[in-house]
């Protein structure tokens, strides 16, 4: 009897792990602010600081809202080459080729080689560098939602946790000068670190947890649950490792455990940035 129940289990864990799941999609499409009437379309922009962060710690989302029904238009701004050890061309064909597999448009994609916003371990970026660097692409392609790092960067990488106090930088700025123009900023979490080298197990606690979410708001006819959550299935798993392949220049053997062990290739988990947790950080 044990045998078969322990069969049924991981049959059932291989099920779930195997196709996409995700929850409170629409609350990142959601934007008051947006003037693009006519179409109605969310643009969202993936804003990071290296070549390789898109598939490193992205990719569920981009292949996830690529496959979206809606449709959402989707850019990618990225600040820096990635030339602490003047591989920075090297680096942007490695990053134009990883996004081809993404699926991002290379008319909507834009590489940044600021001389303050350079690949560097020990500094953190001006947010008003930053903001005044993203804030042409904002408005001009009309940009109704930027996703970035959290303020902890992942990987507590300072050009990583530098990109949401830019993003709300411009925000700030654009609601005084352009209220139009505004857009939100999510942030990706960072897991504690033993959650976040365990694999694919993660995609299969945070789909068990977000159906007991989903019941009790069915339930209760109230959802106070305002996180965004994409899971990768294994084609979409196998699909971000190809783009990480594309990096040629970075995989170094421990890049080669990450693709086995990182959480963030089967989940990314999104929260709104507010004003007062930008202020709570600073």
């Not at 560098?129 to 303020?151: E, G, Q, S």
């Amino acid at each position: 009897m044990v045998p078969l129940v322990v069969t049924a289990v991981a049959h059932l864990a291989i099920w779930l792990v195997y196709l996409p799941f995700h929850t409170n999609i629409q609350v990142l499409f959601d934007n008051p602010d947006s003037r693009n009437i006519e179409t109605n379309t969310s643009r969202i922009l993936l804003l990071t600081a290296h070549p390789d962060d898109e598939c490193f710690f992205f990719a569920p989302t981009i292949l996830a809202l690529g496959k979206d029904p809606t449709r959402p238009e989707i850019y990618s701004l990225t600040l820096s080459t990635g030339n602490a050890e003047g591989l920075g061309e090297t680096r942007k064909g490695e990053l134009s080729r990883s996004l081809d597999l993404m699926g991002i448009d290379r008319n909507k994609r834009w590489v940044i080689d600021h001389p303050m916003l350079q690949d560097n371990m020990s500094l953190q970026w001006d947010a008003s560098v930053i903001a005044a660097v993203i804030a042409p692409y904002v408005v001009k392609n009309n940009i109704t939602t930027i996703l970035t790092f959290d303020t902890r960067g992942i990987s507590s990488h300072p050009n990583h946790y530098s990109l949401p106090y830019g993003a709300w930088c411009l925000v700030d700025t654009l609601r005084s000068t352009a209220p139009e123009s505004v857009p939100r900023v999510f942030s990706l979490v960072t897991v504690p670190t033993l959650q976040k080298y365990t694999g694919a197990l993660s995609s299969l606690v945070i789909r068990l947890n977000g159906a007991l979410e989903w019941a009790l708001a069915h339930l209760t006819q109230v959802n106070t649950n305002r996180r965004v959550i994409f899971t990768s299935g294994f084609s979409e798993y196998f699909a971000a490792v190809r783009a990480i392949l594309q990096h040629k220049s970075q995989l170094v053997w421990f890049r080669h455990l990450y693709m086995a062990f990182s959480s963030y290739m089967w989940v990314n988990e999104w929260v709104e940035i507010e004003l007062d947790t930008m202020l709570k950080t600073q």
